[in-house]
């Protein structure tokens, strides 16, 4: 790794996010929730969507005015298993974990609850709220879709969100079975990534208004605000190696995050209007299914991980060590990770030092600073 790579402890890295989220107005409950979402994403390895995103996804759009720091959250409409909440533009974070918390009390009750959100924000790994039904011995799903980024199949115009849909469930092994993924090969999460580390783009993650492969990072990340360029889906572009399946799960989770609560869809979530940045209005949906209302909980673990093991214990590719299942890899990351903390670059280094500074957290010091 990076002689350039500085390692922070989780608790320091989480607090210092707490007290980022509190110093912009968020109330230290909510700034609490904001920050656990994102630690549990860089403790799980997935770098794009921890401590990267605390500056450009969530505090400058605060201060920009784009989310409000204080999330009023209202049901506009319930059922015994189902609601639709209404997040009036709050933290995605805090919107989410209510209406995940609000499907697994359903679920506990009936056997299923499914909530769906309007006017939200960026809500982190989607992972974070399947894990809450999983750890309830429950099987978790949600999906969100997102500012435009995905083309359709044959087209070039970045239409679709990457819209994650995502799915938990207990097994009896160390790790629960965890698919939290984009509809699309890549997301802007893993190409901001490459731009911090100044790396081109694998070819095929991203097409051009000429309908051919984009690996230029940097201006990649210019042209998906501006549209001229677009990630591909699932498969990748045109139908040869099946990318309509990719977009059309994609279109799955635009429905299910936009219609069933009259949220807004596509274009509606550039956040710009009229040349000017305004709330990006997400939508997303959550359910809870009560695996004790089918089968016993020890019993359905055990198949799952019956399946799991099965499938990691098949024959592998010549020169490859081992098979993954869905989850797995996350868990090795937090193994590494639990007694080294969140790896820190340069770019994520000057972030934090800029908060450090806007903010006056002078009781905080990085190892890194000064150098």
């Not at 919107?95 to 609850?113: F, T």
């Not at 990534?193 to 940097?218: F, M």
């Not at 359905?300 to 098979?323: C, N, V, W, Y």
Request: aromatic share 8%; glycine share 12%.
């Amino acid at each position: 790794m990076s002689k350039n790579i500085y390692w922070i402890d989780f608790d320091t890295l989480e607090q210092f996010m707490v007290d980022v989220f509190k110093g912009v107005g968020v109330p230290e409950e909510d700034a609490r929730i904001c920050a656990d979402v994102l630690i549990t994403s860089d403790k799980r390895g997935i770098d794009s969507h921890g401590i990267g995103r605390l500056k450009p996804i969530y505090i400058d759009r605060i201060l920009e005015g784009i989310i409000n720091p204080v999330t009023e959250i209202e049901v506009a409409r319930e059922g015994p298993t189902t609601a639709v909440l209404d997040g009036h533009n709050g933290m995605g974070q805090v919107i989410a974990k209510k209406a995940m918390e609000m499907a697994i009390e359903k679920a506990s009750v009936y056997g299923i609850g499914m909530t769906a959100v309007r006017n939200s924000n960026h809500y982190g790994i989607a992972g974070y709220y399947v894990l809450m039904a999983v750890e309830r011995g429950m099987i978790g799903i949600t999906g969100t879709n997102a500012r435009p980024s995905i083309a359709p199949t044959f087209g070039v115009e970045n239409m679709l969100g990457t819209n994650p849909l995502t799915f938990g469930m207990p097994t009896d092994e160390e790790f629960p079975f965890v698919l939290d993924c984009a509809t699309s090969i890549t997301q802007r999460g893993k190409i901001e990534v490459y731009a911090r580390e100044g790396k081109p783009l694998p070819e095929g993650w991203v097409i051009g208004e000429d309908g051919r492969p984009r690996t230029d990072t940097e201006q990649v990340l210019q042209d998906l605000v501006t549209g001229g360029a677009a990630l591909t889906p699932l498969g990748g572009i045109g139908e040869e190696l099946a990318g309509y399946k990719g977009y059309g799960y994609a279109t799955v989770v635009e429905i299910l995050s936009a219609a069933l609560q009259s949220g807004a869809f596509l274009k509606a979530l550039t956040g710009m209007e009229d040349g000017k940045k305004v709330p990006y209005r997400l939508g997303h949906f959550f359910i809870a299914i009560n695996i004790e209302s089918f089968v016993e909980l020890d019993r359905f673990k055990k198949t799952a991980g019956d399946i799991l093991r099965q499938l990691r214990s098949s024959r592998r590719m010549p020169g490859e060590e081992r098979i993954y299942t869905a989850g797995e890899k996350e868990f090795l990351a937090w193994q590494y990770r639990k007694d080294k903390g969140v790896p820190v670059n340069e770019a994520l280094q000057k972030d934090i030092l800029h908060l450090k500074k806007l903010l006056k957290l002078d009781r905080y010091h990085f190892e890194f600073e000064g150098r």
